[in-house]
């Protein structure tokens, strides 16, 4: 690639939505690019929230964009700070950077030093091989990088397309899940919806109906209280549906839905995003029978990686999956003489 690199400053939604072709070509091109990166979730984020001002930054070599550095401003309390783009509802952040186009950090980094309106530029949920930890500190700046929150991960090596039999599953749990599956042999008629048998909107419906109910048990809203939350995953579901990312799984007992599974799903990687049950059906073990179901089919589809996202809940363990550090990079504005 050329040397020649176009910084363009993007202020508003209509220029980022504008990107949007440009955008997906980078993403695909990324191995590493989670779908917390991806334009649908992004742009619906904003839409949802819209908590300060754009200030994106894309890198173009010719033609092709090579780098974008999704961030807005926030003016408050902490001062004026550059954040991501979706934080707050993405586990993952990053800058979405071309490895061919070494000079694109680069880029970025004199944009930074540049762009004076800032006080502190704050990325966090960064995993180990994050572009953004690899972005130079720009001119008359500080720079820190700390641990930010666990991220634990079950390795999905070859086996039995069977959770009640893969290895990669701790021996206690796998007997749980196959004790849930013999309850519901002996119970109620039941089956597992997929992705394709309810629309975005039905999905949606029971879940936050389901999440509700089992935050309400430890007498706390949940998540998916938040009306703004809900408008934003009802622009981002049926995106995510069509293009084949989302996953989800419904286990219905009788005439009851009893248990949703929200995750996704890219290249060889599943995430488990959120789910809701029941508490009535807990005999039946819904969440742990989603979960395996959710596991069997991250596995059909070739993943190595499911990650459980944010928390280190004892369940997460007890699916076999180990911590994995996430990090924040920190820059500060300084005086150029001290």
């Known amino acids: 690639m050329t040397n020649v690199l176009d910084i363009i400053e993007v202020r508003d939604a209509h220029q980022l939505t504008e990107l949007v072709p440009a955008w997906w070509e980078l993403w695909h091109r990324l191995p590493e690019a989670t779908p917390f990166q991806s334009p649908p979730w992004l ?10 001002r754009i200030y994106t930054v894309a890198v173009w070599d010719s033609k092709n964009l090579v780098a974008l550095a999704p961030l807005y401003m926030e003016t408050g309390p902490l001062g004026r700070r550059l954040l991501p783009i ?31 309106s800032w006080e502190t530029c704050e990325i966090g949920g960064l995993l180990p091989n994050a572009a953004a930890l690899a972005l130079p500190c720009p001119l008359n700046c500080g720079d ?39 309850r519901l ?54 995106q995510f549906i069509s293009i084949g990312i989302a996953r989800l799984f419904a286990l219905k007992i009788g005439d009851y839905v009893a248990g949703v599974y929200y995750g996704f799903s890219h290249r060889n990687r599943a995430y488990a995003y959120l789910g809701g049950f029941d508490p009535r059906f807990s005999y039946y073990s819904p969440g742990t029978v989603l979960l395996g179901h959710a596991i069997e089919d991250a596995l059909r589809n070739g993943a190595r990686e499911l990650h459980f996202l944010r928390g280190r809940e004892p369940y997460k363990r007890a699916w076999g999956a180990h911590d994995q550090k996430t990090f924040r990079r920190t820059f500060m504005k300084q005086s150029p003489h001290g």
Do not use: N
């Open 43 to 52: 742009l619906a984020w904003w839409e949802a929230f819209s908590p300060g």
């Open 86 to 116: 979706g934080i707050s509802l993405s586990d993952y952040t990053d800058i979405l950077a071309d490895p061919d186009a070494t000079a694109a950090l680069d880029a970025i980094a004199d944009w930074l030093a540049r762009c004076q």
């Open 144 to 182: 820190s990088t700390a641990d930010d929150e666990s991220c634990p991960v079950l390795d999905l090596f070859p086996g039995p397309m069977d959770a009640g039999t893969h290895p990669a599953i701790p021996a206690v749990q796998r007997r749980k899940l196959r004790m849930g599956r013999h």
């Open 185 to 238: 042999e002996r119970g109620p008629s039941s089956t597992i919806l997929s992705t394709h048998d309810l629309s975005a909107e039905q999905w949606l419906d029971a879940l936050i109906s389901l999440h509700g109910a089992r935050w309400r048990e430890r007498e706390m809203p949940g998540v998916l209280a938040d009306p703004q939350v809900q408008a934003f995953h009802r622009q981002v579901l049926p």
